[in-house]
Every structure is written in C-alpha cells, then in structure tokens.
C-alpha cells in the first residue's frame, strides 16, 4: 500500500505570531508528520463585515469580536509564508497552507505548493473550485458538510477544468470542532471510494486520536489533524486540536496501522510465528506404558506439548492401529 500522507494542520493555531507558527513547525516535524498546513486568506476576500461566527467560534474564542475582526488577527503576510516555507526546508517537513480566497490561491501557487487544498466550505464555490483546477496539481478536498450530489458536482468542475481523477483526494470530514463521535460516520468515507472512484482520506476534528487511526485502517491515504502547542491558548480551533505529544502518538499509531496491514491478505503463517508451531502444538502421547503389537485406545493415548510428532488430528487413524515399538508414560509416539 502507498504511504499514508499525514497533514499537521496548524491552521490559524499560530494566533498571528510568526514565532508561533515557527513552534508549530518544529513541533509537526518532531513528530514524524509529512506536512505542516496553514491558512492563507486576505480577511476582506473571505469574510464580510456583518458575517457572524459559528457556535463553536463562540465558545472557544471568549471574546466578542466579529467573524471578521477574530479572522483579521489570524491573518499571515506573504513575506511571513516565504518565511515559514524556509523554516519548513530547515526542519525537514513539508510546507502547505489552505488558501481561502482567489487571490491567495495564486500567491500560493506562486510559491509552488505541492498540493492544494480544498476545505469544506469552498466545495460549492465554482469559481475557487475552476481556479483550483488550473493549476494541475494535486488536490485535497475536504467534504465537511456536504452531500454526495455537491461532493459530484466538485469533482466534475475540477475534472472538466483537466484534472485528472488520480491526482484527486476526497477527504471525509465534519465540520463541528469538536465533532460528537455520533456524528462522525466514519463509514462515509468509503461510500465516496466507491461512488467516485477516487482516493480517499479523513480530516479529523474529533477529540483523541482514535478516528483518524481507524480511518487508515478502513483505507484512508490521506490523514489531516489540527494540532496546538496549548489547548488552553484562545483562539477558534485550539480546544479541537491535539497538543505535541499526542500528534507524535498518532503519527507513530499510523505508520504502525501501515504496517500492520501491509501483509499479503492471504492467511498464512508469518516467518516470525513458524518456530513457534512445535512450541506451542501439541502432539499424540503414551498416557501408559505401551508395549509393541499393543493396540492404541482412548485410554493410553493422550495429547500434549510440543508438536513435533503426530499431530492430534490424527487421532481417528491411530486409535486402533497397533504400536510398531515399545512406548514408555509421557512418550511421543
């Protein structure tokens, strides 16, 4: 199986300091993750003046600024992405960020970003989705909110813009930070596989590490997780994020599940189990003596450790028979 692609999303967990950002990086890196992800966005292009926030901005944010005022803080210059670019060739990690209008799109790409992403709430934006497509790179789309029929009317944009479907990611998702377990249904995630033919991934907004590790299990090649230095810092999206230490143990949780099920998926012996085959099976035994020409019965045969003689499921054909040497109590036969 190809390697899953893991996706740090530091998002706007910086709180607009780039040191911040830079400390996300070091920790994304430390933790064995592909890429680190922010959030591009010129406040004025994504948001209006009188737009409100969601709950959950509400209740993790403990203020009252508006949707554009909490956003406007968040905000990244270009110089400061060019600088987080070079930190991330430092650390050895991948640099992606997320852009969230027209404008950033071609800043990105200016920049020569690997991949683009598509959050949730640009999926039933046609021109972002025609502008994503023009740039022939791989693509990530997260489908937070979503039906099937918007999740089709994206891939057709996108495909009828030249992409191809084999460089096309659907990422699972639901948009409520954090996202209930009841309402994660994991399971969607293979009905787009099998609907549109397309690779599949999750982007998780869970508590925990569990989902996005069941979620490689069921087939995701593509694995997005918020982290934060500080759950307890302000700010939208920190309380749904894990801190350092659990992004390192999903990450090693991963690339386990990786090899886990790598395997053949045929049932069979593995190398590392055969030598234990005449440990721990087991083999017909003399309960009694028996001498030669005796018959072997019920009564003085028995079955026990190791299984380097006649295995037991050869029981039937040897009640009867007779013995062709002297046996002695506790002897394999």
Same mark, same amino acid.
């Given at each position: 199986?190809?390697?899953?692609?893991?996706?740090?999303?530091?998002?706007?967990?910086?709180?607009?300091?780039?040191?911040?950002?830079?400390?996300?990086?070091?920790?994304?890196?430390?933790?064995?993750?592909?890429?680190?992800?922010?959030?591009?966005?010129?406040?004025?292009? $994504?948001?209006?003046?009188?737009? &409100?926030?969601? +709950?959950?901005?509400? #209740?993790? @944010? *403990?203020? /009252?600024?508006?949707?554009?005022?909490?956003?406007?803080?968040?905000?990244?210059?270009?110089?400061?992405?060019? $600088?987080?670019?070079?930190?991330? &060739?430092?650390? +050895?990690?991948?640099? #992606?960020? @997320? *852009?969230? /209008?027209?404008?950033?799109?071609?800043?990105?790409?200016?920049?020569?970003?690997?991949?683009?992403?598509?959050?949730?709430?640009?999926?039933?934006?046609?021109?972002?989705?025609?502008?994503?497509?023009?740039?022939?790179?791989?693509?990530?789309?997260?489908?937070?909110?979503?039906?099937?029929?918007?999740?089709?009317?994206?891939?057709?944009?996108?495909?009828?813009?030249?992409?191809?479907?084999?460089?096309?990611?659907?990422?699972?998702?639901?948009?409520?930070?954090?996202?209930?377990?009841?309402?994660?249904?994991?399971?969607?995630?293979?009905?787009?596989?099998?609907?549109?033919?397309?690779?599949?991934?999750?982007?998780?907004?869970?508590?925990?590490?569990?989902?996005?590790?069941?979620?490689?299990?069921?087939?995701?090649?593509?694995?997005?997780?918020?982290?934060?230095?500080?759950?307890?810092?302000?700010?939208?999206?920190?309380?749904?994020?894990?801190?350092?230490?659990?992004?390192?143990?999903?990450?090693?949780?991963?690339?386990?599940?990786?090899?886990?099920?790598?395997?053949?998926?045929?049932?069979?012996?593995?190398?590392?189990?055969?030598?234990?085959?005449?440990?721990?099976?087991?083999?017909?035994?003399?309960?009694?003596?028996?001498?030669?020409?005796?018959?072997?019965?019920?009564?003085?045969?028995?079955?026990?450790?190791?299984?380097?003689?006649?295995?037991?499921?050869?029981?039937?054909?040897?009640?009867?028979?007779?013995?062709?040497?002297?046996?002695?109590?506790?002897?394999?036969?």
């Amino acid at each position: 199986m190809q390697k899953v692609l893991i996706i740090a999303e530091a998002g706007v967990n910086h709180n607009g300091n780039i040191e911040e950002a830079k400390k996300l990086i070091d920790a994304a890196a430390l933790a064995g993750a592909d890429f680190v992800k922010f959030q591009t966005f010129k406040t004025e292009n $994504v948001v209006s003046r009188s737009a &409100k926030r969601a +709950k959950y901005q509400d #209740l993790n @944010t *403990g203020n /009252d600024d508006t949707q554009f005022q909490m956003i406007k803080k968040l905000e990244l210059s270009e110089e400061d992405h060019k $600088v987080l670019k070079s930190y991330c &060739k430092d650390r +050895k990690i991948g640099f #992606l960020s @997320t *852009g969230f /209008d027209l404008e950033s799109l071609e800043f990105l790409n200016s920049i020569n970003i690997p991949l683009f992403k598509i959050p949730s709430g640009e999926i039933t934006n046609l021109p972002y989705l025609r502008k994503i497509s023009s740039f022939k790179k791989p693509v990530v789309m997260s489908t937070g909110m979503a039906d099937m029929q918007e999740i089709k009317n994206a891939l057709e944009v996108l495909i009828h813009g030249g992409m191809e479907r084999s460089k096309i990611t659907v990422v699972h998702c639901n948009t409520e930070y954090p996202t209930p377990m009841k309402d994660v249904n994991l399971m969607a995630m293979l009905h787009i596989r099998d609907e549109f033919g397309v690779q599949i991934g999750y982007s998780d907004h869970t508590l925990g590490i569990e989902v996005p590790i069941a979620a490689v299990a069921l087939g995701a090649t593509v694995i997005e997780k918020h982290f934060t230095l500080d759950r307890n810092l302000p700010g939208p999206d920190h309380r749904a994020s894990l801190e350092p230490d659990e992004l390192k143990v999903m990450v090693q949780s991963i690339r386990n599940i990786e090899v886990a099920i790598s395997g053949s998926g045929r049932k069979e012996p593995s190398a590392s189990e055969k030598e234990n085959k005449a440990v721990v099976r087991k083999s017909l035994i003399a309960t009694a003596s028996i001498k030669k020409g005796e018959k072997f019965t019920k009564e003085n045969l028995g079955v026990k450790r190791p299984g380097i003689g006649i295995s037991p499921m050869k029981w039937d054909k040897i009640v009867g028979s007779r013995a062709e040497k002297d046996y002695k109590e506790d002897e394999l036969i």
